[in-house]
């Protein structure tokens, strides 16, 4: 396989009005990261993925893009992106940007001229399709709840428009040949403007099947789940080769595709060697959390349940296709809360999620925060969310009948805005996020979980150090899978084999002790989270959450 400089990745996703604001308006921007390049560059990463920073209303944070050629004042300007591009260098980080085309916002010229001549060259841009006076073209909810179609004009007007997230968020329409162009024309640019390439937003749903008469609904909006209908369309292919061979193919860049849930043959199409994106994001493990009935009683089961995930995923993964693992990201709550019982949160089950996909084969990502183990942030109303999903989907929830109470614990502990508060740098006021008032508020637990106190911080610099060690590295990177010990209930094991190289990779993922017997002449621990590990000839004991990379010699 042709080696890639971006084979060696390790990723970082930057929400950037959260992480540091360089100006004091509250709102954290480009000059924010640009003060904590050394942060970055300490911590070991190589790769910043930059969540949108586009010119937005930010309706929904910059997924609602308004110009694709500007940056948002909000986070600065051309120039300051250039600097961030050349200072990132001198300490070897690459800079992505976030590529948000499935959509634009409404407030796009192109969808104001569309609304102004629904007829004209515009309209076409977009996917506008005739209904009734009162009743939409279809009875399709879309990914953020509600009707996928929003009505054009007065109550008597029959055009709507489709949207699969919120209505600011306009469907563009990829079967459109300009379109595409004007596209594929703007990726080009920010290439040759310095960027080593795109996070791709949502990029399985540009293909829409409009081969479809309403379903029958039990629900009481009447409404039915469209995703089978604009996700993974059939001919998705087509589009998404012409959009690699346009533009990424052009250039020596990294592209992540987000893409909902791919079957196994689709993973090859999304990521291997001819695929459509250099890698995609990989999402097993988003929808669990303990909390939920089925694990709130018996935490292990879920355990059980993402070992069965990551083993079936790993051992049938082509050979060329690269995945992008992740823990976090800024769609889902923190993951110590959502994988980790209250009562056993602590430095040791911290640690221990983190690693357990860090050495899986694949490009690891870390998400802002998690490298201090910064959770959650429930709220007492529904009211102090911000994210226009959570509102809309709690609406959604007292309509399909449950409690006001039921729904604000839900997103109490699932909403994804508990990811975005802003990072907490130190214990001072707002954390050190900004002088000014933060745009969102610092979770009050910042005197504990901040970066200057951090000792979860200390172990992902050393986390990072072994994934990037040259001795170790092509073994993390290209090296064999086969799962260990599958039969021991809480432990999740496995090893990594390259060149004759065996590593055996421990994760005991349970408040209590375990004991494997290993076959071996020697070996070497190259990773651990606690300081000392009970290894006795063949038998190793592990202990409550215990991390244990060890080198088979
Ligand atoms: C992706 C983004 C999410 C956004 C949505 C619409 O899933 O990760 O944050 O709301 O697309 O652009
Ligand atoms: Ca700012």
Same mark, same amino acid.
């Given at each position: 396989m042709e080696q890639k400089w971006w084979h060696s990745a390790i990723?970082?996703?930057?929400y950037p009005k959260s992480f540091k604001d360089g100006n004091g308006d509250g709102i954290g921007d480009l000059y924010g990261v640009l003060e904590k390049l050394d942060y970055l560059a300490d911590l070991g990463i190589n790769l910043i993925w930059l969540c949108p920073i586009n010119k937005s209303p930010m309706v929904d944070h910059g997924y609602d893009v308004a110009d694709y050629e500007e940056i948002d004042p909000i986070f600065g300007d051309k120039d300051t992106l250039k600097l961030l591009i050349t200072e990132a260098k001198k300490r070897d980080i690459k800079i992505i940007l976030d590529?948000?085309?499935?959509?634009s916002s409404d407030q796009h010229e192109w969808f104001q001229k569309a609304l102004a001549n629904p007829d004209g060259p515009y309209g076409d841009y977009y996917i506008f399709r005739k209904g009734t006076a009162t009743e939409a073209p279809n009875n399709w909810y879309g990914i953020f709840n509600g009707s996928t179609w929003e009505k054009v004009g007065d109550d008597q007007s029959d055009l709507y428009y489709l949207h699969i997230f919120t209505k600011e968020q306009p469907d563009l329409n990829w079967e459109n040949q300009k379109l595409r162009e004007e596209i594929y024309g703007m990726i080009r640019?920010? @290439?040759d403007f310095g960027i080593a390439g795109f996070r791709v937003d949502a990029i399985s749903h540009v293909k829409k099947n409009f081969n479809y008469t309403n379903q029958h609904s039990e629900r009481p909006d009447g409404l039915y789940n469209g995703m089978a209908y604009f996700n993974n369309v059939t001919g998705i292919v087509d589009i998404l080769q012409e959009l690699k061979s346009e533009t990424f193919a052009q250039y020596d860049c990294f592209t992540v595709g987000e893409a909902n849930t791919p079957t196994p043959a689709q993973l090859s199409e999304y990521a291997g060697e001819?695929?459509?994106f250099s890698s995609v994001f990989d999402f097993f493990h988003t929808p669990y959390h303990v909390e939920e009935d089925q694990f709130r009683d018996n935490p292990l089961a879920l355990v059980e349940l993402l070992k069965e995930k990551i083993f079936n995923l790993h051992q049938n993964l082509a050979k060329d296709v690269f995945l992008t693992n992740i823990t976090e990201n800024h769609d889902n709550a923190r993951s110590i809360d959502k994988f980790i019982p209250k009562n056993l949160q602590n430095f040791h089950s911290a640690s221990l999620l983190g690693s357990v996909n860090f050495f899986l084969r694949g490009i690891p990502?870390?998400?802002q925060g998690q490298e201090i183990g910064m959770k959650n942030y429930p709220k007492k109303k529904i009211t102090e969310y911000k994210d226009?999903?959570? @509102?809309?989907?709690y609406d959604e929830k007292l309509l399909l009948r449950e409690s006001p109470e039921e729904a604000l614990s839900y997103y109490n502990r699932a909403s994804r805005e508990h990811s975005r508060t802003p990072m907490q740098w130190d214990s001072s006021e707002n954390a050190g996020f900004s002088t000014g008032i933060p745009w969102f508020e610092v979770n009050p637990n910042k005197n504990e979980i901040h970066v200057e106190k951090s000792l979860l911080l200390a172990y992902y610099k050393k986390m990072?150090?072994?994934?990037?060690?040259?001795d170790y590295q092509d073994n993390w990177i290209y090296g064999d899978f086969s799962p260990l010990f599958s039969e021991k209930e809480g432990l999740i094991s496995y090893e990594r084999r390259h060149n004759g190289q065996k590593i055996c990779c421990l994760f005991q993922c349970r408040n209590s002790k375990c004991t494997i017997f290993l076959k071996k002449d020697g070996l070497k621990v190259l990773l651990s989270n606690y300081e000392t590990n009970i290894i006795e000839d063949a038998t190793i004991t592990l202990r409550p959450f215990e991390v244990l990379i060890l080198e088979i010699v």
């Open positions: 990723g970082y996703e930057i590529l948000v085309v499935n959509h640019r920010w @290439l001819n695929g459509h990502f870390l998400y226009p999903t959570t @509102l809309r989907q990072i150090a072994l994934r990037k060690n040259p």
